[in-house]
């Protein structure tokens, strides 16, 4: 009877230390049943970010080229406005200050006048830049608006010379030369090509009267 009494205690206190164990496995099972989730939103968040990163990028490179645009039509326009101002207060400027307005304006030393398009009225070439290869010419229209840049070119060892169709610049330059016309057309200047050589002696001579400079 004793036996049976001891057998009936250790197997209810087994039963109890069974059932204590069990208890505490369930919350184990349930942390990792919720940590799953947390773990998946994570990842889908950062590779959603991952993906979103090329277009943010892209969109940020349409940015910046859309300000440079504007900010290059920005500068043009301030560019076409003085140069619409500056033609506005030559206006009532005689032909000798206008001049005077542009060799203060360009920073020239010596200036020249000739009539490119044989038009009756002559255009004023001004003499800019000191060492070879900042040397050149540049040509401005003037009439009753003021003046008005019509183009430039190289004048480094360059001679001008009259021409019936234009102006002759002749280059020459230990032992070589070239040929090219400038033409005045519609405002704007046009350099044409005319070919050249070299020579062991003397330079070839050009038609025309040489174009003399003023300081």
Not at 63 to 90: P, R, W
Not at 128 to 142: F, K, L
Request: overall charge negative; some cysteine.
């Amino acid at each position: 009877m004793r036996n049976k009494i001891f057998a009936a205690l250790f197997a209810a206190i087994t039963a109890a230390i069974l059932c204590g164990c069990g208890k505490n496995e369930v919350p184990a099972e349930s942390t990792t049943v919720q940590t799953a989730p947390q773990i998946t939103t994570q990842a889908k968040t950062t590779a959603a970010t991952t993906k979103a990163a090329p277009t943010t990028e892209a969109e940020t490179s349409d940015v910046s080229q859309a300000e440079a645009e504007t900010n290059a039509q920005a500068q043009t326009q301030e560019e076409t406005t003085a140069e619409t101002e500056a033609q506005s207060s030559q206006s009532a400027m005689t032909r000798e200050e206008v001049i005077s307005w542009v060799l203060s304006d360009t920073g020239a030393k010596e200036y020249a006048e000739y009539d490119i398009d044989k038009d009756g009225n002559s255009e004023l070439i001004v003499n800019i830049g000191e060492g070879y290869a900042e040397q050149h010419c540049e040509v401005y229209t003037i009439d009753e608006n003021g003046s008005s840049l019509a183009g430039s070119f190289a004048s480094a060892n360059t001679t001008l010379y009259s021409a019936d169709d234009g102006l002759t610049l002749f280059y020459a330059h230990m032992g070589g030369y070239t040929y090219t016309t400038a033409r005045l057309v519609d405002g704007a200047l046009i350099l044409t090509d005319e070919g050249g050589g070299r020579t062991e002696g003397d330079y070839p001579s050009v038609d025309g009267e040489i174009i003399a400079f003023t300081s």
